[in-house]
């Protein structure tokens, strides 16, 4: 039996059709991009995360000498909310990235990892989190539930069967 997966985003030529809050958290986003540790890659993404109780928390992708220990800004953003504002969830995050080697116009997602970390955050919270994605011009995709990017992910439940 065949099934189907859809589910609706957003899409927005620009930062300025977003609504004040979103397009203020996704400048600082763009900005925090240009701060990210990537000596051997220099595509830096940044992720900044706006909190239930109004904080904003930003992040940005650290790379290592040995690739596989370098960790994705989202994650980063996930940890550091985790540790420092604990108990708090994450209500919305920008995501953005920059790329002196080509275009950086194009809105970016997140990996599958992240994907993952990011379902985790809301089965803890029970709350959706709604996503931005952009470069650090041009379109701007919106996803009001992380969940819509990751459809057959792994929870908690699966280590019970």
């Known amino acids: 039996m065949e099934k189907q997966y859809q589910f609706s985003y957003d899409y927005f030529d620009s ?10 958290l996704l400048e600082r986003a763009r900005e925090k991009a240009h701060h990210a540790y990537v000596p051997y890659s220099n595509f830096g993404v940044s992720a900044v995360g706006l909190l239930e109780n109004g904080m904003i928390v930003e992040s940005t992708n650290q790379e290592n000498a040995s690739y596989p220990v370098g960790i994705c800004a989202e994650r980063v953003l996930l940890s550091t909310i985790s540790s420092v ?8 995050i920008a995501i953005s990235y920059y790329n002196p080697k080509g275009t950086d116009r194009v809105p970016i997602a997140p990996c599958g990892m992240c994907r993952q970390a990011l379902q985790e955050q809301q089965v803890r919270f029970g709350k959706p989190v709604l996503i931005l994605m952009s470069g650090q011009n041009g379109a701007v995709v ?12 792994f929870s908690g439940e699966d280590l019970e069967r």
């Open 142 to 153: 919106r996803v009001k539930d992380a969940a819509f990017l990751l459809p057959f992910h």
């Open 85 to 92: 504002h604990p108990g708090v969830p994450v209500t919305k």
């Open 15 to 24: 930062i300025e059709d977003l609504v004040p809050e979103e397009a203020a």
